[in-house]
């Protein structure tokens, strides 16, 4: 067996051009523009590219961006002013602050201090309450939700499947498992100090990977024909790899290329949160 490729980047196509039609659609109707305002602590190479990246996704689609560089030497307070000034900007729909930030920053206090409806990573209290009671109106993560998205749009079922979330962060194992446990997924939630790990897995018709542990998941761990999603970023001998250890896509019924998996419906879900924003706001 030789796993079929769930390809991020064509399902986030689908998304941008879903995305753009309803922007067009929005303004054509006398509506407003959405607006993504980006702010970026530091130059650290990554996070501007980034950063850059989401940017260039946000116009490609008719979103306004608006661009914020702060110095390395930034104080809490001085990102939490920012902060402020945004949350009641009018012309802004949604605000993403490029993590991570220098260590001086406490970003529980900034994150607080975001508005729920421009939080657009979803990391709010208000909004991880709501994606975990299953509430409306919550903004969900674009991990955990991109995820999603690209099972479903690729024709795999999620209702009564045995999922596996290997990983426990607040970023994207647990809303992961609650956005799975959504769709009526039986959930497990994992991690590296689970007492064999293996017995576990190896039940999954979906497993997610996000440990964030290069090599983590052997071949032996999955079950045949399973579904695996690999998240985690892991730097080796200057090569980006997941938690996925040789021979799994000989294993797996199908499974995410990393990178070019999952990192392309992250930012797809980020503008896609975006256009939310700003209907949530403005109806």
Known sequence: MTAQILDGKAVARQIYDEVANSVIERIARGGTRP?????????????????????????????????????????TEELLALTRRLNQDDSVSAILIQQPTP??????????????????????????GLVALGLPGGVEPCTPAGIVQLLERSGI??????????????????????????????????HTRTRDLA?????????????????LIEKEMVKPGAAVVDVSTNWVGGRQIGDL????????G??????????PMTRAMLIKNTYQAEVRRRG
């Open 35 to 75: 607006k993504l305002a980006t702010v970026l602590v530091g130059d650290h190479p990554a996070s501007a590219k980034y950063v850059e990246l989401k940017q260039r996704n946000a116009r490609h689609v008719g979103i306004e961006s608006e661009d914020h560089r702060l110095p390395s030497t930034t104080t």
């Open 199 to 215: 017995s576990h897995t190896r039940s999954a018709d979906i497993l997610v990977a996000a440990a964030g542990r290069a090599g």
């Open 245 to 252: 250890g040789p021979g799994v896509d000989a294993v797996a």
């Open 157 to 190: 079922g999620i209702e009564g499947v045995n999922a596996v979330v290997v990983g426990r962060s607040n970023l994207v194992g647990k809303p992961t498992a609650l956005l799975l446990l959504k769709r009526n997924a039986t959930v497990t939630l994992c």
């Open 103 to 128: 260590k001086q920053i406490d970003m529980h206090r900034v994150v607080f201090t975001l508005d729920p409806v421009k939080d657009v990573d979803g990391f709010h209290p208000v909004n991880a």
């Open 254 to 263: 199908w499974l995410t290329p990393n990178p070019g998996g999952v990192g």
